[in-house]
C-alpha cells in the first residue's frame, strides 16, 4: 500500500500483511500426521469421529496417545494413596496440547458424574507421561471411576 507521506516521484511499493503459512501444532498436526489429505474431513478426522471403530473418538486417542486407525485398548487407570488424597494414574500423550483431562464418579455404573481432581505430572514412561489426578473423596474412593479428555 502507498501513503501519502511518500511525494509523488517518489514511489515505493508497501507490503503489509503478508501472510506466512502456519505452523501446525496441536491436535492439527497431529491429524495432519495421523490422517494425512483427510485431516480436515470432519467424519474421518474430526474430534468426535471413531474412524477405526474401537469406541474412543480421535480426542481421546490424541489425549491418550493412542492410533486413530487401528483398534486401540482402553488406558488403564492406576491408583496411588497419599495420605487423604489419592491419585488416578493413566498414560496420556505428553506432548498434547489444548486438551485437558477429567475425572467422573459413578456408584452404580449407571449415573457418572464429575469429581475435582488435580493434575500433576508423575514423569515420562516410554513415549507417554504419567498423569495423576489426585481427587479428595471424604467418603473414601469406593466407586467406579473413569477419566474423561475434552479440549480446552
Ligand atoms: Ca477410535
Ligand atoms: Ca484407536
Given at each position: 500500500?502507498?501513503?501519502?507521506?511518500?511525494?509523488?516521484?517518489?514511489?515505493?511499493?508497501?507490503?503489509?500483511?503478508?501472510?506466512?503459512?502456519?505452523?501446525?501444532?496441536?491436535?492439527?498436526?497431529?491429524?495432519?500426521?495421523?490422517?494425512?489429505?483427510?485431516?480436515?474431513?470432519?467424519?474421518?478426522?474430526?474430534?468426535?469421529?471413531?474412524?477405526?471403530?474401537?469406541?474412543?473418538?480421535?480426542?481421546?486417542?490424541?489425549?491418550?496417545?493412542?492410533?486413530?486407525?487401528?483398534?486401540?485398548?482402553?488406558?488403564?487407570?492406576?491408583?496411588?494413596?497419599?495420605?487423604?488424597?489419592?491419585?488416578?494414574?493413566?498414560?496420556?500423550?505428553?506432548?498434547?496440547?489444548?486438551?485437558?483431562?477429567?475425572?467422573?464418579?459413578?456408584?452404580?455404573?449407571?449415573?457418572?458424574?464429575?469429581?475435582?481432581?488435580?493434575?500433576?505430572?508423575?514423569?515420562a514412561v516410554g513415549d507417554k507421561m504419567l498423569l495423576k489426578l489426585?481427587?479428595?473423596?471424604?467418603?473414601?474412593?469406593?466407586?467406579?471411576?473413569?477419566?474423561?479428555?475434552?479440549?480446552?
Amino acid at each position: 500500500m502507498k501513503d501519502s507521506s511518500v511525494g509523488r516521484d517518489a514511489d515505493k511499493v508497501w507490503v503489509d500483511s503478508v501472510k506466512l503459512p502456519a505452523r501446525e501444532e496441536g491436535l492439527v498436526a497431529w491429524r495432519i500426521e495421523k490422517f494425512g489429505d483427510d485431516f480436515d474431513e470432519i467424519y474421518v478426522s474430526g474430534s468426535l469421529a471413531d474412524p477405526d471403530g474401537d469406541g474412543l473418538v480421535n480426542l481421546a486417542e490424541y489425549g491418550f496417545g493412542l492410533d486413530p486407525l487401528a483398534i486401540s485398548e482402553v488406558p488403564n487407570l492406576g491408583i496411588s494413596r497419599v495420605g487423604s488424597t489419592s491419585d488416578l494414574e493413566v498414560l496420556v500423550n505428553g506432548s498434547a496440547v489444548g486438551v485437558g483431562f477429567y475425572v467422573m464418579k459413578s456408584v452404580d455404573l449407571v449415573g457418572w458424574s464429575e469429581v475435582d481432581s488435580v493434575p500433576s505430572d508423575g514423569g515420562a514412561v516410554g513415549d507417554k507421561m504419567l498423569l495423576k489426578l489426585g481427587v479428595l473423596e471424604e467418603d473414601g474412593l469406593k466407586g467406579f471411576y473413569r477419566v474423561g479428555v475434552r479440549s480446552e
